[in-house]
């Protein structure tokens, strides 16, 4: 079953959108062309206080090797801060790009 992590951390708000969407393009190489991952989704809350992800693995072992200490590292490195993370099961799915609904 495929598994969501929801990452947060604080941002730094002298940052403006384009300064953190430029620190979220550094990191892209990491993760495209990862099979272990479906997808992700880069986030900044409206207020710019907050980044994160939403992640969606093939399956927690997926999630495991890709949020290892290495990567706690990165953000910690990059925002000053460790990420906070949740890991949801995700057993139904509905794409409306492909019009279909997808059960696990």
């Excluded at 272990?36 to 206080?49: A, E, P, T």
């Excluded at 927690?60 to 890709?66: L, M, N, Y």
């Excluded at 799915?93 to 019009?99: A, S």
């Amino acid at each position: 079953m495929p598994v969501v992590a929801l990452v947060r951390f604080p941002v730094d708000t002298s940052l403006d959108a384009e300064d953190l969407k430029q620190k979220f393009l550094a990191s892209t190489e990491r993760y495209a062309g990862d099979a272990g991952i479906m997808r992700k989704h880069y986030l900044v809350s409206r207020d710019r206080k907050s980044g994160g992800a939403v992640y969606v693995f093939v399956d927690q072992a997926a999630a495991d090797r890709v949020h290892d200490t290495a990567w706690v590292a990165q953000i910690r490195d990059r925002y000053g801060v460790d990420p906070e993370v949740e890991y949801l099961d995700n057993p139904v799915v509905v794409d409306n790009e492909k019009g279909e609904v997808l059960t696990y």
